[in-house]
C-alpha cells in the first residue's frame, strides 16, 4: 500500500530527526509554545493561533495548528496559560492540551521566570482512512479499526530578560514513555533560547537569537535566527535549520492589538527534490499592550 508506506516513511523521518514535538519558525514571536516560563510574562492577555504546512507537495506531509492563551495575576507576578496543539500526519493525529503556570521575579531591570506545565496528549491512528489507492475504496480488514493512546504531560521552565536580551531553558515534558503502538520511543527534548536587542536608531532595530533542541539519543538541532524591526511596526527575518532549512520571515504590527507574521522554509535536506518547502501563519492579539514594558517581548 504505497499510501501507507509514505506515511510511515514520513513518521521514521520525523522520529529520526528528532521532531517528535512540532517544530515552529516562528517560536521567538510566542516562546510560550516552548517554555511555560512565559504565562503571563507579557503582562497583558495574548491570544495567538498558529498553523503550519510542512513539506509542500508531500501527500499526508505533517500539519500543525497551536492554540495559546496566557493573562498575568496578583500585580503580574503569577501567570497562567494554556497550549492546545494538534500534529496530522496522515492517518495519524496527536493533540496536546496543557495549561501553564509561572511565577516572576523582579530584580530592578531585569526579571526571572519559572513556570510548569501540566496536561495529557493522546495519540490516535485512523487506520480505517487507508486504502489500496485513491481509485480502489477497498479497505484491508487488518487496517478497519482506529488505535489511540493517552500520555501525561508535565514540563518546566525557566527564563531570565533584561530591557534587550533573553535566556531561557525549558523541558516541556519530562515523562514522555513509549508508545507501543506506533513501534518507538518518544524522547524528552529540551530546548535553550536565547536573543538580544541592538536598537541601531530610533527607527531600527536587529535581534539575533538561537534556538538549541536537545533529544536524549539524538544529535543537537538548533535555529539560527535575526530580525529587523522598522519603526516598531514590521520585521524582515532569516533563520537557518541545522541541516534542514533556510527561512524567510516577516511579522507585521496591523494596530495595537492585532500581530500577523508569516514564514517559509525553503528545505535544504534530503526530502528538498520532493517537496516546495513549509509555510507556517501566526495571529497574535494582545491586551493592553502600552503596559508591555519588555523589549524582547515585543520584537
Request: charged share 15%; hydrophobic share 40%.
Given at each position: 500500500?504505497?499510501?501507507?508506506?509514505?506515511?510511515?516513511?514520513?513518521?521514521?523521518?520525523?522520529?529520526?530527526?528528532?521532531?517528535?514535538?512540532?517544530?515552529?519558525s516562528e517560536y521567538m514571536f510566542n516562546q510560550i509554545l516552548i517554555n511555560p516560563a512565559l504565562a503571563g510574562n507579557n503582562q497583558s492577555l495574548n491570544c495567538s493561533a498558529l498553523y503550519r504546512n510542512q513539506w509542500v507537495g508531500i501527500d499526508e506531509a505533517p500539519q500543525?495548528?497551536?492554540?495559546?492563551?496566557?493573562?498575568?495575576?496578583k500585580s503580574q507576578k503569577?501567570?497562567?496559560?494554556?497550549?492546545?496543539?494538534?500534529?496530522?500526519?496522515?492517518?495519524?493525529?496527536?493533540?496536546?492540551l496543557a495549561f501553564n503556570y509561572a511565577y516572576?521575579?523582579?530584580?530592578?531591570?531585569?526579571?526571572?521566570?519559572?513556570?510548569?506545565?501540566?496536561?495529557?496528549?493522546?495519540?490516535?491512528?485512523?487506520y480505517s482512512l487507508l486504502k489500496y489507492s485513491r481509485e480502489n475504496d477497498y479497505i484491508d480488514p487488518a487496517f478497519s479499526s482506529n488505535e489511540s493512546t493517552f500520555n501525561p504531560i508535565f514540563g518546566a521552565g525557566a527564563y531570565f530578560q533584561t530591557n534587550n536580551f533573553y535566556i531561557g531553558l525549558s523541558m516541556p515534558n519530562l515523562i514522555w514513555g513509549n508508545t507501543q503502538m506506533f513501534g518507538y520511543s518518544q524522547k524528552k527534548i529540551a530546548y535553550i533560547s536565547s536573543g538580544y536587542v541592538f536598537e541601531l536608531s530610533k527607527n531600527l532595530m536587529i535581534?539575533?537569537?538561537?534556538?538549541?533542541?536537545?533529544?536524549?539519543?539524538?544529535s543537537m538541532n538548533f535555529d539560527l535566527n535575526a530580525?529587523?524591526?522598522?519603526?516598531?511596526?514590521?520585521?524582515?527575518?532569516?533563520?537557518?535549520?541545522?541541516?534542514?532549512?533556510?527561512?524567510?520571515?516577516?511579522e507585521v504590527k496591523l494596530n495595537n492589538n492585532f500581530?500577523?507574521?508569516?514564514?517559509?522554509?525553503?528545505?535544504?535536506?534530503?526530502?528538498?527534490?520532493?517537496?516546495?518547502?513549509?509555510?507556517?501563519?501566526?495571529?497574535?492579539?494582545?491586551?493592553?499592550?502600552?503596559?508591555?514594558?519588555y523589549l524582547t517581548m515585543q520584537f
Open positions: 500500500m504505497k499510501k501507507l508506506t509514505i506515511i510511515f516513511v514520513l513518521f521514521g523521518l520525523l522520529s529520526a530527526n528528532g521532531q517528535q514535538t512540532s517544530i515552529y500543525t495548528a497551536t492554540f495559546t492563551i496566557d493573562v498575568p495575576l503569577l501567570g497562567l496559560g494554556m497550549n492546545f496543539t494538534h500534529d496530522q500526519i496522515g492517518v495519524f493525529a496527536n493533540s496536546n516572576h521575579i523582579q530584580f530592578g531591570k531585569s526579571k526571572l521566570s519559572m513556570g510548569l506545565q501540566g496536561g495529557a496528549s493522546n495519540i490516535n491512528a485512523n535581534k539575533p537569537s538561537i534556538l538549541l533542541r536537545m533529544a536524549s539519543g539524538a530580525n529587523i524591526w522598522i519603526k516598531k511596526v514590521v520585521a524582515f527575518g532569516v533563520s537557518y535549520r541545522y541541516k534542514d532549512s533556510f527561512i524567510s520571515l516577516i500581530r500577523l507574521g508569516f514564514s517559509h522554509d525553503y528545505n535544504i535536506s534530503s526530502l528538498a527534490k520532493f517537496n516546495k518547502g513549509s509555510n507556517e501563519i501566526m495571529l497574535k492579539y494582545q491586551f493592553n499592550i502600552e503596559k508591555c514594558k
